[in-house]
T-cell receptor, first 118, second 110 residues
């Protein structure tokens, strides 16, 4: 299993500013995933962060807007840059950890960071 | 990349069995079917996973027909605390390319 801590849990931000979300995992993991969940919607994968290499971004998400750091195997940050009201969402950090006796792993999520941009 | 289709919402009374079906017509040979549950203000959490036939754990059962083009999550005797969104995911492990579908919002009524 994996326990994930995210900070901040929520924030209210002004248009044009940037905010960095931190994600700490209690075990070493190869890949960390960042998702966005807009109000009442499903989860959308923003990017995958591997330690020691550039993050891999999904279609519609770019590094300039969502820079990611992955300095070690237990920590990652996601920055939401030059925010607009459309960036108001919950941002979730996730990791995959193995399941005992199973072929595939299991995704574990943080509690999320709820951002409101005014 | 298999896409999933689920009902947007379902209502059920407490104590009833709830079955949520997911369609995944393009499932690949190596793909597994996994269900996640998400409560408000929380991240999703794993419920159950299967490849074929039937899987049961302490929380739910998962029924997968022989053609694997659909699956049904069965929640026995639901309670109010089962009110949540349930997501069906299809993939072969390595969640880098797994897509969360719309999910099914289950509302349990007293």
């Amino acid at each position: 299993s994996a326990v994930i801590s995210q900070k901040p849990s929520r924030d209210i931000c002004q248009r044009g500013t940037s905010l960095t979300i931190q994600c700490q995992v209690d075990s070493q993991v190869t890949m960390m995933f960042w998702y966005r969940q807009q109000p009442g919607q499903s989860l959308t994968l923003i990017a995958t962060a591997n330690q020691g290499s550039e993050a891999t971004y999904e279609s519609g998400f770019v590094i300039d807007k969502f820079p990611i750091s992955r300095p070690n195997l237990t920590f990652s940050t996601l920055t939401v840059s030059n925010m607009s009201p459309e960036d108001s969402s919950i941002y979730l950090c996730s990791v995959e950890a193995p399941r005992e006796g199973a072929v595939t792993g299991e995704l574990f999520f943080g509690e999320g960071s709820r951002l409101t941009v005014l | 990349l298999a896409k999933t289709t689920q009902p947007i919402s379902m209502d059920s009374y407490e104590g009833q069995e709830v079955n949520i079906t997911c369609s995944h017509n393009n499932i690949a040979t190596n793909d597994y079917i996994t269900w996640y549950q998400q409560f408000p203000s929380q991240g999703p959490r794993f419920i159950i996973q299967g490849y074929k036939t039937k899987v049961t754990n302490e929380v739910a059962s998962l029924f997968i027909p022989a053609d694997r083009k659909s699956s049904t999550l069965s929640l026995p005797r639901v309670s109010l605390s089962d009110t949540a969104v349930y997501y069906c995911l299809v993939g072969s492990g390595g969640y880098q390319k797994v897509t969360f579908g719309t999910g099914t919002k289950l509302q349990v009524i007293p």
